[in-house]
């Protein structure tokens, strides 16, 4: 049966019963009022009729006068119109006859004393046989009224009790079905899709029931199916991931490893289950390659593993989903195979590099005795070409030069002769050797060096080379009969900063970035202008082992300016000044 029927079906019975109570009710307040007029109306007449009669009687002996002969005639035709009560109709008709006979006499006698005495008698019957009535129809109304008493206490409790269990089992009837299924939405919101309505009835909520668990076995099939293809995806990935030469290590949001892949753990050098689940930190504690990967800032990692020493780059990728980062995995790339072909370079460079030196330099005392007078002339043609051969061979000089001080750099070689020096000595020793250059362009070397600045710690050969390289790269690019300005200052507390500033064309933002790379050139320059790409990654190199750094700023059109820093010494030099100008 329908919750809506069910609810039909209760509230008429409620009606039901109301109606019943009302309806026994009024059937008992008639009965009662019903009684009540009997009594009034049958006995209650009597006695007033045969009351006024008795008064009547009483006012005078003897014969009747005419007032008492009309009111005791009408009060007997009262009682003969009244007769309720057996034995009454026999009384009233003894009432008359003894009326009928004090009519007729006349004159006072003792038959009429005794007439007299016989009505009041016989009212007095009338009156007590109406009086008992009055007493017993009353009793009778009582009966009724106690029965009326106990037949409506007795529905309105029936009453009272059903509509009390009604109201007790009614909401919940209502309700706890819906907080059943309140519940259970609840369970299935959590993803427990084996969760069961158990409702047994055929109404609304059983078929709410029924649909309700048909979505649940939907939703558990929907689930298993899915989760059946992540978990195959799953291992795919895992499968792709161990398959790797690189280490890969994933990590949570609260550092928590969520995997590592087998060269990962090999490198580790922790097996697999006692790395996933575990704070990496704590890993990091015990272990020191998990510290260098999660401390080091350093790109490039050394790691003996597996009795054999490897080359490894570090790349950490931040794991994020809606710009919220949920983890990172951090790749241990393989590149020993380029770190070997590498140094394989490095060091056929640096051999080739000082085999050169020797034919060299060689060709350059050659050339020498060439144009020594002594040896013989040379006509201007050949002068001409002489002077070509000894720039060519000057520019292999230097590129071999720089070469070799690169590979020094890769192989770690590099030695570095720190001593304490005034920045003016460094700039003295690079203007006095771009002084011809700047000459046969007509470029001014401003020099703006204080004598009163501090020593710096610093390498004079390297630094010197370093100003130099940074100096002829102004001049190369600068235009003729411009200015080159050299500022030495105090920079921060504890550094101080050489900075070259040439106004000649400029570099494009787009290739400030690589400017200090190996091999790299700005397109676009002359083939006078371009050397190896190597001077200003090597300065980079010499500055950066000596603890300082290099920068450039410069703008299209308005020339740039090249800058390094190094370590200052707390006290002042004596005074060095160094200016070298050379104008047009
Ligand atoms: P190179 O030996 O080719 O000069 P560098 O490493 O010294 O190599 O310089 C790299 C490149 O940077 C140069 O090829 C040049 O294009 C650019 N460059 C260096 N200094 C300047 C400068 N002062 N003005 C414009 N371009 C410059």
Redesign the pocket.
């Known amino acids: 049966m329908t919750i809506k029927n069910k609810l039909r079906i209760g509230i008429s019975f409620l009606f039901l019963l109301a109606i019943i109570c009302c309806g026994l009710s009024i059937y008992y307040v008639n009965r009662l009022s019903g009684d009540e007029k009997n009594i009034l109306k049958d006995n209650y007449l009597s006695v007033q009729f045969t009351k006024n009669i008795c008064v009547a009687i009483d006012s005078s002996q003897g014969p009747l006068d005419s007032a008492q002969t009309s009111t005791i005639e009408k009060n007997i035709c009262g009682e003969e119109h009244d007769i309720t009560e057996p034995g009454e109709s026999e009384m009233a008709a003894l009432l008359r006859l003894k009326f009928e006979a004090l009519k007729k006499i006349r004159i006072p006698s003792s038959e009429a004393d005794q007439l007299h005495f016989d009505i009041r008698k016989v009212s007095y019957g009338i009156m007590q046989l109406n009086m008992s009535a009055i007493e017993r129809k009353n009793a009778a109304a009582k009966a009724t009224a106690s029965e009326a008493t106990e037949i409506l206490s007795f529905v309105a409790t029936f009453l009272f009790l059903v509509a009390f269990t009604f109201v007790i089992n009614f909401p919940g009837y209502i309700a706890n079905p819906i907080k059943t299924l309140t519940e259970s939405i609840k369970e299935v919101s959590n993803r427990n899709y084996e969760k069961q309505l158990d409702f047994k009835s055929n109404d609304e909520f059983g078929e709410l029931a029924l649909a309700f668990n048909i979505m649940t076995v939907k939703l558990n099939e929907y689930e298993n199916s899915n989760l059946a293809s992540i978990l195959f995806e799953k291992k795919r990935i895992e499968t792709i991931i161990n398959s790797m030469h690189d280490a890969i290590v994933g990590l949570d949001e609260r550092s928590v490893i969520i995997f590592a892949n087998e060269v990962a753990c090999t490198l580790i050098g922790l097996p697999e289950k006692e790395l996933t689940g575990k704070y990496a930190p704590d890993v990091a504690l015990v272990n020191d390659l998990m510290r260098s990967l999660l401390v080091n800032d350093q790109q490039k990692m050394k790691i003996y593993a597996d009795s054999r020493e490897s080359y490894y780059t570090k790349d950490v990728l931040a794991v994020t989903s809606k710009d919220k980062v949920i983890g990172k995995v951090i790749i241990l790339k393989n590149i020993t195979e380029f770190q070997q072909l590498n140094d394989a370079k490095t060091n056929f460079i640096a051999t080739i590099s000082h085999e050169l030196k020797t034919p060299i330099s060689s060709i350059k005392m050659s050339l020498k005795l060439l144009e020594d007078d002594r040896i013989g002339d040379v006509n201007p043609e050949q002068r001409q070409l002489l002077e070509n051969i000894d720039a060519d061979a000057k520019r292999l000089l230097q590129i071999t030069g720089e070469l070799l001080d690169m590979a020094q750099v890769e192989t770690g070689k590099l030695q570095l002769n720190f001593g304490s020096t005034h920045p003016g000595n460094i700039v003295g020793y690079a203007v006095k050797a771009l002084k011809t250059t700047a000459e046969q362009k007509q470029v001014t070397i401003k020099v703006e060096c204080d004598a009163n600045l501090p020593d710096v710690q610093a390498d004079l050969d390297k630094t010197t080379w370093v100003l130099i390289?940074l100096l002829s790269?102004?001049i190369k690019?600068s235009h003729e009969r411009s200015t080159v300005d050299l500022v030495v200052k105090i920079y921060k507390a504890d550094e101080i900063e050489f900075s070259v500033r040439?106004h000649?064309?400029?570099?494009d933002q787009k290739y400030l970035s690589r400017?200090f790379d190996r091999y790299?050139?700005?397109p676009g320059?002359t083939t006078e202008q371009?050397?190896?790409?190597?001077?200003?990654?090597i300065a980079k190199d010499f500055i950066e082992a000596q603890a300082g750094k290099i920068g450039v700023e410069s703008e299209i059109g308005e020339g740039?300016r090249?800058f390094f820093t190094l370590k200052r010494i707390g006290h002042s030099a004596e005074n060095v000044t160094a200016e070298a100008e050379s104008a047009s």
């Open positions: 390289n790269n102004a690019y040439d000649g064309r400029g570099i400017i790299f050139k700005v320059a371009t050397g190896t790409g190597l001077g200003l990654a740039s090249f």
